[in-house]
C-alpha cells in the first residue's frame, strides 16, 4: 500500500488512541472514580479532547486525507482502504463545519442546561429547565444550518447518527408503526385480561442478580474474556478495542427486570463490537455502523432473545437456581408472561416491546416542531401530554415523569431519539431475514438454540463494523432498505397469543 495512506493510516491510528483514552476516562468516571474527582476529571477530558479535535481538524490532515483519497480513488468500491479514507473524510468535513464559536458555545450551554435539567427533573419544575431548553434548542438549529441539508434542518442532526437516513422515511414509518400498533395496544388495554408480574418484584439480592446475569450474558454470547461487567447509575457499553468491551448495568434489589434484561441489552452492544474485523483496529471502522443499528443488536439480544419463549426453554432453571426462594415455584410459562406484560406507562426506558416505540414517535414529532419554530420550549409540556394522551391513553402526572425524564435535550442532542426506534425495526428486520436464510434457525430457537443466529449475525453484521452505511447492512442482509413489516408482523404475532387476542 502506497506512502500517503500509511501515513494517513497512522495519524488515524493516534486519533483513535486519543478517543479511546478520553472513553476510558468516561468509563472509569461513571463505573469506578471516587465522587471527589470530578473537577479534575472534567478538565482531563476536556484537555484530550481539544487535542483530539485540533489533530482531527487540522489543515495538514485534511490535506493527507486528500492525498490518500486520491491513492484509493481507483480501488475496488468494497476495499476497505477506501472505505476507510471515506470514512475519515466525512468525520473530517463534519467535524470543520461547526464553527469554533458555536462548538464553545455549545460546550459551556450543555454543562450549564444539564444542572438544570437535573433540578428541574428532581423538583418535578418544567421553568427551572425552560430557559436552558430554548438556548439547545437554537444550537441544534444553527448546528443543522451548519451542517447542511437538502430536505430540513431535521434531516442533517438525523445524518448525524443514522447517516444517510431521512425525516421523511422515518415520518413515514413511524406513522405505519403508530397505526398498527395503537389499534394493537387498545385492544391489550380494553381487553382486560391482566398479567400478574409480582414474581418480578420481589427481594432480589444483587450479588446473586450479578452472577446470574453474567450466566445469561455468556449464553447470548458476550465473551467475558475481552469483556467485563461493572455497575453504573446509567447502563452503557463502552469499547476501547474489539478485545476490550465492556458493558455495564444496574440493579434494583426488589425488582428483576432492570439488571438481568438492561444487562443482556448493553452484551448485544457489545457483542457487536467484539465482533467487528481485526483488520479494522484503531480505525473508525472498528465499531457499529449507526446509532439504529447499534441499537438493533442491543434489542435483538434483549428482546427477540431475551424475552423469548425458546430462551428461557433453556435458561430458567439457571435463573430458578440462583432465586430458589422467589422463583422455585414459579413455572416458566408464568416467568414468560411475567417479562412480556404490555402496559402503557410513562417512562420510555421502563417501557415494553410494544409501547416503547410510541414514546420515541412522541419525542421525534417534538423534536421536529421545536426545530422548525411550530412549537416553543414554553409549549412542550402541554403539547407532551397531549401526546402521551393521544398514542397510549394516559397522562403523566407530573412533568418528572413526562417532558423533564430524558437528559438528551438538555445535551442538545435532537436527532438521536428516532434510532432508538430504528434499532427495533432494524432488530425485526434482521431476525426475520437469518430465519428466513437458515431453514434450520426456527426450530434451534424454539430450544433455546441461538448458536446459528449469532454466526449469521456476526456474518451479516458484526465483522463489517462501520464499513457499510446503515442502508448498504441491511439491504446487503435482508435484501431490502429500512421496513416496518417485520416489526408489526411481530409484535401483532407475539401479543396476540400472549393476550388471547
Ligand atoms: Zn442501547
Not at 487540522?58 to 491513492?71: M, N, P, T, V
Not at 462548538?103 to 418544567?126: C, I, L, P, S, Y
Not at 456476526?458 to 435482508?478: C, Q
Amino acid at each position: 500500500m502506497s506512502t500517503h495512506y500509511n501515513t494517513l493510516l497512522e495519524k488515524v491510528h493516534e486519533l483513535n488512541d486519543l478517543q479511546k483514552a478520553i472513553a476510558l476516562l468516561h468509563w472509569d468516571r461513571e463505573a469506578i472514580m471516587p465522587k471527589a474527582g470530578m473537577a479534575e476529571r472534567v478538565q482531563q477530558m476536556t484537555t484530550l479532547t481539544r487535542l483530539a479535535h485540533r489533530m482531527g481538524t487540522s489543515d495538514k490532515f485534511g490535506d493527507l486525507i486528500e492525498r490518500a483519497a486520491e491513492e484509493v480513488a481507483d480501488d475496488d468500491d468494497e476495499s476497505t482502504e477506501k472505505r476507510l479514507v471515506a470514512e475519515v473524510k466525512w468525520q473530517y468535513e463534519q467535524a470543520r463545519r461547526l464553527s469554533p464559536e458555536l462548538v464553545k458555545r455549545r460546550a459551556e450551554v450543555t454543562g450549564k442546561a444539564n444542572g438544570a435539567w437535573q433540578e428541574a427533573r428532581a423538583k418535578a419544575d418544567f421553568a427551572l429547565f425552560e430557559p436552558y431548553l430554548e438556548q439547545t434548542i437554537d444550537i441544534a438549529r444553527e448546528s443543522a444550518e451548519q451542517y447542511g441539508y437538502d430536505q430540513q434542518p431535521y434531516d442533517a442532526l438525523l445524518n448525524l447518527f443514522e447517516r444517510g437516513m431521512t425525516t421523511d422515511t422515518v415520518r413515514k414509518t413511524f406513522a405505519a408503526v403508530s397505526d398498527a400498533t395503537v389499534p394493537l395496544l387498545q385492544a391489550i388495554v380494553s381487553d382486560g385480561k391482566q398479567i400478574d408480574d409480582s414474581v418480578l418484584h420481589q427481594a432480589f439480592a444483587v450479588e446473586s442478580q450479578k452472577a446470574v446475569a453474567r450466566t445469561i450474558a455468556t449464553a447470548v454470547g458476550y465473551d467475558f474474556e475481552r469483556g467485563y461487567l461493572g455497575t453504573v447509575v446509567h447502563p452503557f457499553a463502552t469499547s476501547f478495542s474489539r478485545n476490550d468491551c465492556r458493558i455495564t448495568s444496574r440493579w434494583y434489589p426488589d425488582f428483576l427486570n432492570p439488571g438481568l434484561f438492561g444487562t443482556l441489552h448493553e452484551s448485544g452492544h457489545a457483542i457487536y463490537e467484539q465482533g467487528t474485523d481485526a483488520a479494522f483496529s484503531r480505525t473508525p471502522l472498528a465499531r457499529g455502523t449507526s446509532s439504529g443499528i447499534h441499537e438493533s443488536q442491543s434489542r435483538l439480544f434483549e428482546n427477540l432473545i431475551g424475552r423469548s419463549y425458546g430462551f428461557w426453554q433453556a435458561n430458567y432453571s439457571a435463573l430458578q437456581a440462583a432465586f430458589p426462594a422467589q422463583l422455585g415455584s414459579v413455572t416458566c410459562d408464568q416467568f414468560y408472561l411475567a417479562i412480556n406484560k404490555v402496559q402503557p406507562s410513562f417512562i420510555r426506558v421502563e417501557a415494553d416491546e410494544l409501547t416503547y416505540n410510541l414514546h420515541i414517535i412522541l419525542r421525534f414529532e417534538l423534536e421536529i416542531a421545536l426545530l422548525n419554530g411550530d412549537l416553543q420550549a414554553h409549549d412542550v409540556p402541554t403539547a407532551w401530554n397531549d401526546k402521551m394522551q393521544q398514542l397510549l391513553g394516559i397522562t403523566p402526572p407530573s412533568d418528572a415523569q413526562g417532558c423533564l425524564q430524558d437528559m438528551h435535550w438538555s445535551a442538545a442532542m435532537f436527532g438521536y431519539f428516532p434510532t432508538y426506534a430504528l434499532g427495533n425495526l432494524y432488530a425485526v428486520q434482521l431476525y426475520d431475514a437469518a430465519l428466513a436464510q437458515l431453514p434450520a434457525l426456527k426450530s434451534e430457537l424454539e430450544y433455546g438454540e441461538i448458536g446459528g443466529l449469532f454466526s449469521w449475525l456476526h456474518e451479516n453484521v458484526h465483522r463489517h463494523g462501520k464499513k457499510y452505511t446503515p442502508d448498504e447492512l441491511v439491504t446487503r442482509a435482508t435484501g431490502q432498505s429500512l421496513t416496518h413489516e417485520p416489526f408489526v408482523a411481530y409484535v401483532t404475532k407475539k401479543f396476540s397469543q400472549i393476550y388471547g387476542l
